[in-house]
């Protein structure tokens, strides 16, 4: 549905995008991931029509964003990270004036009023000033404005930035829905809400594409867990020198003994995510006579994925440099 190729976006002699490339399928949620100054927003307004690519390749549906323009944004719901809201305006006012800018009759509009803004929790609000909203509630109204019209593409630059905990769980739940009806391109800084929501992450550093694959796959290294969390029955030096022999077993590191459970340790291992680590994990100690009371692939968040991509492909930069 939406489709990246060596996108290069500059500013005179700043390259905010730099040759990027990815895909997005129909009904796929993309977390789109990247420090600040990373190119996100960027990349959203070249897809969304605002900014002209410097070189490269955009196209959503079968249209570029460029020679197709106006065929393309038909397809797409914006709302930006800092929504363009008129205050003097009451929410169903303003509504209504966004549904007639996407070209939506009067019968129309009046019935997309009353959807989105079900949908997004404003009905006892929508004949409120939008100048006495709070910064969530002006977040909804954003949201409702890029729903107007039932795009089948959703752009989403920080939706629940402002939001209160409960306010982002609705918003969160509202976006999962989406799944399989619409495509749909959600930025965030909240790392544990794109790992909830989205099936599939990007991230972005310096304008470069560093990563992209489904977040469980990320959080595991890229093939499989890293770490290995053990409790076994025995001898804490017995067992830190079987577990150290182990193929596969990079570091040993022992956490002590756990608070019920006497003469027993627990470990944490650092493999080398190989798929099988694990399984001779235990047969070693098995075989050794040492009892196994628990195993467990510990995955790294997608917090610890981030940081470590995003230095790394920074460090790498600064090497070419």
Do not use: W
């Not at 966004?98 to 949908?119: C, I, W, Y």
């Not at 990563?211 to 770490?227: D, H």
Request: charged share 20%.
């Amino acid at each position: 549905m939406i489709e990246v190729k060596e996108l290069t976006k500059r500013f005179g002699a700043t390259v905010a995008v730099d040759r990027l490339s990815f895909k997005v399928e129909r009904g796929e949620i993309l977390g789109f991931l990247g420090p600040n100054g990373a190119g996100k927003t960027t990349t959203m307004r070249v897809l969304t029509g605002f900014f002209p690519p410097s070189s490269g390749q955009a196209t959503i549906g079968s249209y570029d964003v460029v020679d197709k323009a106006m065929a393309a944004r038909r397809l797409v719901g914006y709302m930006p990270e800092n929504v363009p809201l008129y205050g003097d305006m009451r929410i169903r006012e303003y509504l209504r004036f966004v549904a007639g800018v996407k070209g939506l009759d009067s019968t129309r509009a009046k019935g997309e009023v009353s959807r989105v803004t079900a949908a997004v929790g404003l009905e006892s609000r929508a004949g409120q000033l939008i100048k006495q909203l709070s910064k969530g509630y002006r977040q909804r109204v954003g949201l409702a404005q890029a729903l107007l019209g039932d795009p089948p593409v959703l752009i989403l630059d920080e939706p629940t930035i402002g939001l209160d905990p409960g306010q982002i769980v609705e918003i969160r739940s509202l976006i999962k829905g989406f799944a399989g009806s619409k495509t749909v391109v959600l930025s965030s800084h909240i790392l544990p809400e794109v790992a909830a929501t989205c099936s599939k992450v990007v991230i972005i550093n310096q304008g470069r594409l560093v990563v992209e694959g489904p977040p469980a796959l990320l959080r595991a290294g890229q093939g499989g867990a890293a770490s290995l969390r053990l409790n076994v029955q025995g001898p804490e030096r017995d067992l830190t020198q079987l577990l150290g022999r182990v193929p596969g077993v990079e570091s040993v590191m022992c956490q002590g003994p756990p608070a019920q459970g006497e003469g027993a340790c627990y470990f944490t291992l650092e493999t080398d995510g190989g798929p099988e680590v694990a399984a001779r994990v235990a047969q070693a100690v098995v075989t050794a006579g040492h009892g196994l009371l628990e195993l467990t692939p510990v995955s790294a968040s997608l917090e610890e994925v981030f940081m470590k991509l995003t230095t790394e492909e920074k460090a790498a930069g600064e090497v070419a440099a």
